[in-house]
């Protein structure tokens, strides 16, 4: 029998849609996931999501390498705002990265409800399908949005995501948000940053002159692993 | 400077998304909003959402004209199931209805945290367009979903008003909900039966062999009222 895999449109969505048995890919594609997976690509040991502000400075001091950031500005303490571009191989390789945004990390939190989380990101989008498929589980895909509201880049990469999987003959996608992530992300992938040129959140990343993470942000296939959150703390999968 | 028109996808959102100075457009396509407007256009006196079913009873046992379903079933002591077709002339005309359903009544309680509660489907889109137009605030397009999940149905209406609304040119869309359902419109618009056959809804309504809603939620502009919320009762504009 084929396993299912959802689409939860919000946060605020998540608590009536999830099962405790799904594997959870969280997808927060400007920029958290992104930036994750770009991360781990160039060798970071591990990463620790942190949802409190306070909580990063106290890591901060503790000596740690820091990346927070709230309302596109770098916490003044930080190390790093959360853009990808920050994770260089001669930056982050072998360390452990503490990594504190509002949106994405709370998410990741949230979806800790599930059996595994996972992260997602075009950057592994194919191993992530890959290692999916393996997993003798069924799928939810979570997009973080903005402030518990619809975001469109994280629900088209959903779309590119329930494509892969639904190609392996594995899965069946039935659920609406499912469907409609499909029907925009078929209408996005001949031209993806042209499509995303008007979500809202492309706009933020214009306003604080951060344009540089969106291209990176929609770079296909550049990591072969799969952020797996373990005790709090993400590792490396392949 | 031009009105602002958002789409909200889930009743669990709309906490974070609302403003008080908007108006609310609830849809509820399959099929509470539908319904509304066509007991409206057969000339019901006025219409009062009921969420409890023990109330929608007491209404029943007060003499009251009842429509009432849980999970594809007419309540026993109801006259009607919530389906559009039991409202016809005949048997609305000048009366009072009790309307009673899980999803759709929910979402109108909800919404009345608004300035304004109107009902919005196909059946009232043109006259409906109009009437924003008319009022001097910004809108919000409320879609009830499925247990607080997105649904496909709603979600491509939303995007048939937001699209009459834009072509006035006295609104602007720019929230990423919107433009998703402009998107989901442009794919169905041309065979809109065709692309909903895919809806979660629509296959539960074959469950309950309840087909014969399905064509008659999809008729545009059979009636030319507005279906607004005063005092907890829906009563006819125009």
Known sequence: MKRKVEVCFSPAIFGTQHRDDQVVVVVDIFRASSAICYAFANGVQEIIPIEDVEEARRYKED???????????????????????????DVVLGKTLIYSTANGTKTIQKA??????????????????NWLV??????????????????????????????QLLRTDRFTAKCDSALASLDLWAMAENDL??????????????????DSSIKLC???????????????KLVAES
Chains 1, 2 share one sequence.
């Open 63 to 89: 000596g740690y390498l820091v990346a927070c950031e709230r309302k596109g500005i770098k916490a003044d303490f930080a190390d790093f705002d959360i853009g990808p571009e920050n994770f260089t191989p």
């Open 112 to 129: 800790a409800l599930c059996k595994r989380v996972v992260i997602g990101s075009y950057l592994n989008l194919t191993a992530l399908a």
């Open 134 to 163: 393996r997993q003798d589980s069924d799928v939810i895909i979570l997009c973080s949005g903005w402030k518990n509201r619809f975001c469109l880049e994280d629900s088209v990469f959903a779309g590119a995501l329930v494509e």
């Open 193 to 210: 940053l042209g499509y995303i040129e008007k979500a809202s959140q492309r706009g933020r990343l214009r306003n604080y002159k951060m």
């Open 218 to 232: 929609h770079t296909l296939d550049l990591a072969k692993i799969i952020p797996v959150l373990k005790s709090g």
